[in-house]
C-alpha cells in the first residue's frame, strides 16, 4: 500500500525567494494551459494533447514575456501540466459516475492558501548524507526528520501552507507490519459529539473540542485581521497568524486521531465502526462540532492501519438502527430523541447507556457482515 510522509522543511531566505519563483512558474504554466483547453472548448475545437501543451510551455520559455520561465527546474513545469490532466481525468470521471463528482478545474492564483510543486526523479533531487533535501535551482534545504522512510520514494512535493510553513511530502510503498502485536480483541465504536467515540467494552473517550477550545483566540486574531486596512502589509500579517492558529488546531486534531487509532488498532484484532453521514450532518446546527470532532479522517486512518497490522475493519451502514436495538435481548424499542442518554428495555428489562449499547450493536452487526 501507499503511505504519505511529510515532513517540516526550514528554507533559508534565499531558498524561499527560489521556492517562491517555482510556485509562481508552475502556476503560470497551469493557467497558461487551462486556458488553452478552454479557449479551444470555446470554439468547438479539440482539446489539446499534452504533448502540445508542453510544446508550447518550451516555446514560451524562449520569449522575452516567458523568459524567466527558465530559471526553475523543467521538471517542476513538466508536473504542473500533469496535475491539469489529473484534475481534467477526474472531473470527467466523475461525470461518467467512476468517482465522487467534483467541479471543473479552476485557476490558481497567487493568494492560495496552497502552494506547491513537485519533483521527480528526473530532477535528480536527493537527500544529502547529512540529512538535507538537495532541490535543483533551489539548493539544500534543512529537513526536521521526525522518522524513517521505510523505502526510497521517487518524487517529493514541496508544500507551502497558509500559515507559511513548508513541507516536504513523499509517497513511498509499504507492505504490512512484520510482527503486529498479538490481540484477540474486538471492538464496536460509536462515534458522538458528547464523547468522541464509545467502545463496546464500556470505554468512553472524552472529546477534545479542539476548535471550541480555541475560539477565543481564533476569534481575537479574526478581529485584529477585520480590522487592518485591505492591501497593506499588516493585514497580511495578520492573516498569517489567524492561519497559524488554525493549523494549531488542525494539528492537536491531527495527533489526537493518530494515537487513539493506533491504540486501538493495536489492541484489537477486529475494528467495526457506524458509516456517519458527515456531510448530512455538517448541514446541520451541529456543522462546528461534527467539524471540530473530524470522523472522517479518524475513520480513514483505522482503516489504513488495520490493513497494515493485518486486522479485521468494516463500517457498519448508517442506516443500521444501532440505538433502537437492545444488545442483549435484541429487541428494537424503536427511535429516541437525543436527549434520552440511558433507557430499559421492555422486553428483558435490562439498564443500557445509549452510546454503550450502540456500540455493542455496531460489533454484533459487524461480525455479522464479515463472516
Same mark, same amino acid.
Given at each position: ?86 484534475? %481534467? ?187 456517519? #453521514? ?25 482503516? %489504513?492501519?488495520?490493513?497494515? %497490522? ?37 422486553? #428483558? ?23
Amino acid at each position: 500500500m501507499q503511505l504519505g510522509y511529510a515532513f517540516r522543511l526550514y528554507p533559508t531566505r534565499g531558498q524561499q525567494q527560489a521556492l517562491a519563483r517555482a510556485f509562481g512558474c508552475a502556476r503560470v504554466v497551469y493557467n497558461d494551459a487551462l486556458r488553452a483547453r478552454e479557449d479551444a472548448r470555446g470554439q468547438g475545437l479539440p482539446f489539446p494533447k499534452a504533448a502540445e501543451l508542453s510544446a508550447a510551455m518550451t516555446a514560451a520559455k524562449k520569449t522575452p514575456e516567458r523568459a524567466w520561465l527558465g530559471e526553475v527546474s523543467a521538471v517542476v513545469l513538466q508536473q504542473s501540466l500533469r496535475d491539469l490532466e489529473t484534475a %481534467y481525468r477526474n472531473f470527467f470521471d466523475g461525470l461518467a459516475g467512476k468517482r465522487p463528482r467534483m467541479g471543473p478545474p479552476r485557476f490558481k492564483s497567487r493568494k492560495d492558501n496552497r502552494q506547491s510543486v513537485r519533483f521527480t526523479a528526473n530532477a535528480r533531487w536527493s537527500i544529502t548524507p547529512g540529512g538535507k533535501l538537495s532541490l535543483p535551482k533551489i539548493g539544500e534545504v534543512k529537513v526536521k526528520w521526525s522518522r524513517r522512510l521505510p523505502s526510497v520514494p521517487s518524487t517529493v512535493t514541496v508544500v507551502k501552507d497558509a500559515a507559511g510553513r513548508f513541507f516536504c511530502s513523499f509517497v513511498v510503498e509499504t507492505g504490512a507490519v512484520p510482527d503486529p502485536p498479538d490481540a484477540t480483541a474486538e471492538v464496536g465504536i460509536d462515534l458522538g459529539l458528547e464523547h468522541f467515540a464509545v467502545l463496546s467494552d464500556g470505554r468512553k473517550i472524552t472529546s477534545p473540542r479542539f476548535l471550541r477550545r480555541a475560539q477565543n483566540k481564533l476569534r481575537k486574531a479574526q478581529k485584529d485581521l477585520s480590522r487592518k486596512q485591505k492591501g497593506s502589509s499588516n493585514k497580511g500579517k495578520a492573516r498569517v497568524k489567524v492561519a497559524r492558529a488554525h493549523a494549531q488546531v488542525a494539528d492537536a486534531r491531527r495527533e489526537f486521531h493518530h494515537h487513539l487509532s493506533t491504540t486501538l488498532v493495536r489492541d484489537n484484532q477486529a475494528l467495526y465502526v457506524e458509516d456517519l #453521514c458527515v456531510k448530512g450532518l455538517a448541514r446541520t446546527r451541529l456543522a462546528t462540532s461534527v467539524h471540530d470532532a473530524g470522523w472522517s479522517a479518524f475513520t480513514a486512518m483505522l482503516e %489504513y492501519k488495520a490493513t497494515r %497490522y493485518g486486522r479485521t475493519f468494516a463500517r457498519v451502514d448508517r442506516r443500521f438502527p444501532s440505538s433502537q436495538i437492545c444488545s442483549g435481548c435484541g429487541r428494537r424499542d424503536g427511535p429516541k430523541p437525543l436527549h434520552v442518554r440511558a433507557w430499559v428495555c421492555g422486553g #428483558c428489562g435490562a439498564g443500557h447507556d445509549r452510546d454503550v449499547n450502540a456500540a455493542r450493536n455496531i460489533l454484533d452487526q459487524g461480525r455479522r457482515i464479515t463472516t
